[in-house]
């Protein structure tokens, strides 16, 4: 069973590479501003603006600005929406989710000396990746029935259980794929039992996130240095639920009516990484920062889980579902480095206008099978192959007068493909705040659109989709 498992499992990694489901490649690598609703009101835009819990997973050396102790809560809304487009229609889903985007305590150290300190504990929602979709259009070219027959290939009936349990085994057992024998009586290989035209939809109900709890450390040394480390433990949580049907819409393959597939991935794990930052403030109105985060060593499990259902004329149905004996497959997942610089003005009274600019090379991502030296190589040089370093900015604003805050901010998350500039994410942002001697509270608004590649099997027509998140978040905070 464990070689059935790492089967799905390369199979899983090698459709990323392809960028067949570009929201899936990067997935488990790819991070975004988190934290408070100052923070994301502003775009993120922290790398050196500091006095934020946030700044613990962008730039630990900001923490040394606090000049309060701090706790910190951000409970947040999402609200998604995507359209899909699958041979020349478009379908439109939503969903909606409640989660905590942080939770903070900082607590500063106030004495007059030179070299002060700052100690931070709590977490950072860094993904969110909830989402919900449907695909639906009529396809009068192919069947992923003729897809399980290739892969089934010539394996023999009897050994499709033990080679192929979660697809062409399960394929044969409900009659989608039928053995072909020559003259010979030798077994030639299998086909599929709709060639095409057929109604096909695709239905997605994703879950989950990735939290990074943390112990930071900020430094001051004469309100013009500042250092900062992050020792963080990120929790990974992701659940995919995707059913995919097939339906002779027109009538037209005799006593077949319908079929359909339900696929079901949950992972979970653990990460560990660290942070390093520096900001240099030569004037009191200009701060400039630099951090490095190292890779984050992930991890992580996978449970897989198969049913289909076919369905005939006459009433007739077959069930098969993927053995249940099957403990999960784990495997690490190392992130790349990461590099932060940012840049900032800030005018005591009146506001601040932020910088950041982060690199980040996917190619230098790397997975590591346990045991499968030969095929760790393989799937690491593919994602060299297919992967590019990326550039991401990110600006923000705040305007202040008396109490009172007003916010805007911009990213741009540039395409971890090569050759697929359009893979890019770009998120639009902007807050309202309240900031009192001992008191604060913030709101935040964060649109993102993002723009995908998938498909359910290999040889599938691709879907185009347009996703639209929209957050809502609010920061309650109190110092002392």
Not at 44 to 53: P, Y
Not at 289 to 299: C, D, K, M, S, V
Request: aromatic share 14%.
């Amino acid at each position: 069973m464990k070689k059935s498992i790492l089967l799905l499992i390369c199979s899983f990694f090698a459709l990323q590479t392809q960028a067949q489901t570009a929201s899936d490649a990067f997935r488990y690598s790819e991070t975004i501003a988190g934290g408070t609703a100052r923070s994301l009101g502003a775009g993120g835009a922290f790398g050196s603006l500091g006095a934020d819990f946030s700044s613990a997973s962008i730039n630990p050396a900001g923490l040394g600005l606090y000049t309060k102790s701090e706790m910190t809560i951000t409970p947040s809304l999402s609200f998604s929406s995507t359209d899909a487009d699958f041979l020349g229609t478009t379908t439109t889903d939503k969903r909606s989710a409640f989660s905590l985007n942080n939770i903070g305590f900082v607590f500063a150290n106030n004495n007059k000396r030179d070299l002060k300190s700052t100690f931070a504990i709590g977490f950072n929602r860094l993904a969110n990746y909830n989402n919900r979709f449907i695909a639906d259009g009529y396809n009068t070219n192919g069947s992923i029935t003729n897809y399980y027959a290739g892969i089934a290939g010539t394996t023999p009936e009897a050994d499709l259980a033990t080679e192929r349990p979660f697809d062409a085994a399960l394929a044969y057992f409900t009659y989608l794929i039928d053995p072909v024998y020559n003259a010979n009586g030798s077994l030639t290989g299998y086909e599929g039992h709709t060639p095409n035209n057929v109604q096909q939809t695709t239905s997605a109900y994703v879950k989950g996130g990735k939290e990074e709890y943390l112990m930071a450390l900020g430094l001051d040394y004469k309100d013009k240095l500042y250092f900062g480390a992050t020792l963080g433990l990120p929790y990974t949580h992701y659940k995919s639920e995707v059913e995919y049907t097939e339906t002779d819409k027109n009538n037209v393959h005799g006593d077949y009516e319908s079929y359909r597939e339900i696929n079901t991935l949950r992972t979970q794990g653990l990460g560990i990484n660290g942070k390093f930052g520096m900001i240099y403030r030569p004037i009191e109105q200009l701060r400039i920062g630099i951090a490095a985060h190292t890779p984050t060593r992930n991890t992580l499990e996978d449970l897989y889980d198969v049913s289909m259902v076919s369905n005939f004329t006459g009433g007739q149905q077959y069930t098969q579902d993927s053995p249940d004996d099957n403990a999960g497959f784990k495997y690490i997942i190392s992130s790349p480095w990461r590099v932060t610089t940012g840049i900032s003005g800030i005018v005591k009274n009146l506001g601040f206008l932020s910088f950041d600019y982060e690199w980040v090379d996917y190619s230098q991502a790397e997975i590591n099978l346990d045991g499968y030296t030969q095929l760790t190589s393989d799937i690491n040089r593919d994602i060299r192959n297919n992967y590019q370093a990326a550039s991401n900015f990110k600006v923000g604003a705040e305007f202040a007068r008396d109490i009172f805050r007003v916010r805007a901010g911009y990213n741009y998350y540039g395409s971890p493909y090569k050759n697929q500039d359009n893979l890019n994410r770009q998120t639009i942002s902007a807050g309202l705040g309240i900031r009192e001697n001992k008191i604060s509270a913030d709101v935040a608004f964060v649109r993102g659109i993002n723009k995908n590649d998938y498909r359910f099997y290999t040889e599938a027509p691709t879907a185009n989709l347009n996703t639209t998140n929209n957050n809502l978040l609010f920061t309650f905070g109190l110092r002392f």
